[in-house]
């Protein structure tokens, strides 16, 4: 075991589904516009203009705080952070600084809890483009003023994985309480990084940030570079340098940005033309009671009802899975590990072979869950419904399809002898095999008959009648 180990903190930013930004009424619905259509003198900074506190955003901030397990501030307002770049065009970010909507929470992940430091409400910067080529930069000032949610936890990853999965639960949530799409490709979840390393039991070590990391695939990869990159310097006797570090994803390294800037760089001071945001015990029970049931109560439902934990898991993790799942259940009305494997399985295999995700699909869960019921029912065999799924993906009837093609199980033992006579009657190589020893070949005359009889006689029947005919003795 390695006598290092890294000490991993996470800030989160998650881009929030209001109709509005968080200080101004122009669209927060900026995405795929062209450049600067979605502004307002108030994200400008213009003279005279005066923010007003999203209450969406605000309410967000406090569901978001509840789920994490956090305290939620009776009182909390917004501080201003300056810092100059073009992407800001008013030289300082309405952001919240010791008084944050919410703080002191938690997160189970994996068995190990993660505190949660803070969550705070603020706004976004605009989007810096620099073209290719060019001794010129571009400003799009339709992100400024976007609301956000910053999540800050306390130094408690200790490994890659664990950070990666962590941030698949942040999205989780996020996207179950409908907070926020939380799709990293799309810019709408982004996260900084904070990673130092240390010899076990010795005081944390110097850290550094990895700035801007747009998938949870690049916040594995970048903290698996950096943990090893630290390391070696520390076994070499030298010293690692408090930075600002980008992510090469195509070179696969950090690089340094900047000097990391202190605390009292941002200038912090409370924001002079918003009111503070009081929030009383009528308004929070009001949005305790709204909340939704969280995916670590999912997890835990669907593991109760028998479902095995790593398919519970990937269920209750995925907020339009596991809508889907409970609707498809409801219809289903059997196992519910029976319709798991369906969908963990076989519609996940079809999803992933064209790069959809379910929501993409004309898949409907009561489709779904009339399919996998012939089956679990014995009303058509496996091969029939593996058969008809890619139609059923694509919006058809399982039922619909089955009564109209004559697919459902054929219980007459004396039409399934017939073709199993016949197929035997046509293979005296494979029978002789069969009756040499190779018992394994008899699989072969199996699917011949299935695919006589269009895969709706019973396998374990085939396998029978197929033995009395051949005379020999199956194990």
């Known amino acids: ?47 005279g203009v005066l923010p007003v506190a999203n209450a969406k955003a605000v309410e967000y901030g406090i569901l978001f705080g509840l789920a994490l397990n956090c305290q939620i501030a009776s009182w909390t307002q917004f501080h201003r952070k300056s810092y100059f770049y073009p992407d800001m065009p008013k030289n300082y970010q309405i952001s919240q600084y010791d008084l944050p909507i919410a703080e002191h929470g938690w997160l189970e992940v994996a068995g190990a809890r993660v505190g949660i430091k803070r969550v705070h409400l603020e706004e976004d910067a605009g989007k810096s483009l620099h073209p290719d080529f060019g001794d010129y930069s571009l400003i799009d000032l339709n992100r400024a003023g976007s609301p956000l949610i910053e999540m800050v936890t306390e130094p408690d990853i200790r490994t890659p994985e664990q950070a990666r999965v962590f941030l698949s639960h942040i999205r989780s949530i996020a996207q179950t309480l409908g907070v926020s799409d939380a799709n990293p490709e799309e810019g709408k979840m982004r996260a900084d990084v904070n990673v130092s390393v240390r010899r076990r039991g010795e005081p944390l070590g110097t850290k550094v940030e990895i700035k801007n990391l747009n998938s949870f695939k690049s916040v594995q990869r ?15 006797g030298r010293r690692v340098e408090q930075a600002t570090l980008g992510w090469d994803e195509g070179g696969g390294k950090t690089y340094v940005m900047r000097l990391k800037e202190g605390e009292s760089d941002y200038r912090y001071f409370p924001e002079p033309d918003l009111p503070p945001v009081v929030v009383d015990a009528a308004w929070l029970e009001r949005l305790r009671a709204a909340m939704p049931e969280l995916p670590a ?13 790593y398919d519970a898991e990937i269920l209750a993790y995925n907020a339009s899975l596991a809508r889907f799942f409970d609707e498809a259940l409801a219809v289903y009305g059997g196992e519910p590990q029976k319709l798991a494997d369906w969908l963990n399985a076989d519609v996940a295999g079809y999803l992933n072979e064209r790069g959809l995700e379910i929501q993409d699909t004309r898949l409907t869960p009561e489709h779904l869950g009339r399919l996998v019921g012939l089956f679990v029912k014995g009303e058509i065999t496996s091969r029939v419904a593996k058969n008809l799924l890619p139609e059923v993906m694509e919006g058809a009837d399982p039922e619909q399809l089955v009564q109209e093609r004559g697919l459902r199980v054929v219980v007459d033992t004396g039409a399934i002898r017939a073709l199993v006579e016949g197929v035997v009657a046509a293979n005296p190589a494979v029978v002789q095999q069969i009756k040499d020893g190779k018992l394994q070949a ?13 895969g709706t006689a019973k396998p374990d029947l085939v396998r029978q009648l197929l033995a009395e005919a051949i005379g020999v003795q199956l194990a």
């Open 297 to 309: 109560q999912k997890f835990a439902r669907y593991v109760a009802s028998g479902v095995r934990e």
């Open 442 to 454: 008899i699989n072969a005359l199996l699917g011949q008959v299935m695919k006589e009889s269009k």
């Open 222 to 236: 970048a903290l698996e570079y950096e943990i090893k990159r630290q390391t070696e310097l520390l076994r070499l």
């Open 1 to 47: 075991m390695s006598d290092f180990e890294a000490v991993v903190g996470l800030e989160v930013h998650l881009h929030l589904k209001t109709r509005t930004k968080m200080f101004s009424p122009a669209p927060a619905g900026y995405f795929g516009a062209q450049p600067n259509t979605h502004v307002h003198p108030v994200d400008l900074g213009l003279p």
